[in-house]
């Protein structure tokens, strides 16, 4: 069992496009390491019953109705705070980069299942963990993207905000179609995903927030004068909730046995994703003005992803509960990676 204090310094700022105010918080009291898995799900063995019983008692549990009825509205503030800062002109450049968009469209639904499939196998054949936890790992792969890569890149490189929301809800609009696909390539198990949850989820997440925002910077520009400059506090700590919210609800599961090598590996993959985003981007469009703007956007477009569908699909479709263990982890891990790469590219700015 591990615990430690983690603190984020978010670069924020009262306008679009600088970060003057360093903002430290605390993102979480108690930083879980959880277990991870192997490969073949349908595969019992002595080892796996002996895991299995040392986590006796270990719920990952998701989100219930109630949560997610705050949930999405916190989500759906960091899109209005996008919407205040924005103006209908960015969107439309943003669907002028058709082929900035195909390759964020890669990195979530061909580069990331690669690794979410290899970081299986090396659960599988290195550290000999249990075949459900390998599947998580995989199911974490196969999701869409997450709406905090949205904000994240609008800390870091602002006009590039609306290129990430056009990614990611592209991406979460076809994982309707894609997420099954990829779980049953990878994993073996068709997951049907609700079309209608999935489109309210966009609808009241992404679209209309940022409809809301763009509509009143247009209208009532004094108004939103009026607002930014408390829109940057009101964020960290509608952050610190999105993030902070599935760790305290699944406690108890990530403070289980083995928990550092399932963080480590984790970890690994994510990074992995998040390199592999930067340099994709990179050697694709090192002749735009603002590659390195577009390398940042597609970092998070790639490393970062909808752990909690993850979750929910692994509660609701898998029986045995340790599938639902990196989901759990990936949700925390995900965004504190993510976060603490918008200090780093902010600072570095600077």
Not at 321 to 335: D, G, K, R, Y
């Amino acid at each position: 069992m591990f615990s430690c204090k983690t603190i984020a310094f978010i670069y924020l700022s009262e306008s679009s496009s600088q970060f003057c105010h360093k903002v430290p918080i605390f993102l979480f009291h108690s930083v879980p390491f959880l277990s991870l898995g192997a490969l073949n799900f349908w595969s019992v063995n002595v080892h796996q019953r002996k895991f299995q019983n040392l986590l006796k008692g270990t719920q990952v549990r998701n989100l219930n109705r109630n949560q997610i009825r705050y949930y999405a509205p916190a989500l759906g503030f960091l899109m209005f705070a996008v919407g205040v800062n924005s103006s209908e002109k960015d969107f439309i450049e943003a669907f002028k980069r058709p082929d900035a968009i195909f390759t964020g469209y890669v990195g979530q639904f061909v580069v990331k299942p690669l690794l979410g499939y290899i970081f299986g196998i090396i659960a599988v054949t290195v550290f000999g963990l249990p075949t459900p936890l390998g599947a998580g790992i995989m199911l974490v792969s196969c999701v869409s993207g997450a709406q905090l890569s949205n904000y994240a890149t609008f800390l870091t490189d602002p006009p590039l905000a609306p290129l990430s929301i056009v990614m990611t809800s592209l991406s979460t609009a076809t994982a309707v179609f894609v997420t099954p696909m990829l779980s049953l390539l990878l994993i073996g198990k068709r997951l049907p995903v609700d079309v209608v949850g999935m489109v309210s989820s966009i609808l009241q997440i992404v679209i209309a927030p940022i409809t809301a925002g763009l509509l009143l910077n247009r209208l009532f520009p004094r108004l939103c004068e009026a607002m930014r400059p408390f829109l940057p506090p009101l964020s960290v700590l509608d952050t610190a909730c999105c993030v902070g919210a599935p760790l305290a609800i699944n406690i108890n599961s990530v403070l289980s046995p083995f928990g550092l090598t399932v963080s480590l590996l984790i970890v690994a993959f994510h990074l992995s994703a998040f390199i592999a985003g930067y340099f994709l981007s990179g050697s694709l469009f090192h002749k735009a003005p603002d590659v390195k703007a577009l390398q940042r956007t597609l970092s998070f477009e790639t490393g970062m992803q909808s752990s909690l569908l993850a979750l929910a699909l692994a509660n609701r479709f898998f029986q045995d509960p340790l599938v639902s263990v990196p989901p759990a982890i990936s949700t925390v891990i995900m965004s504190l990676m993510g976060f603490a790469l918008v200090m780093i590219w902010a600072k570095k700015k600077e």
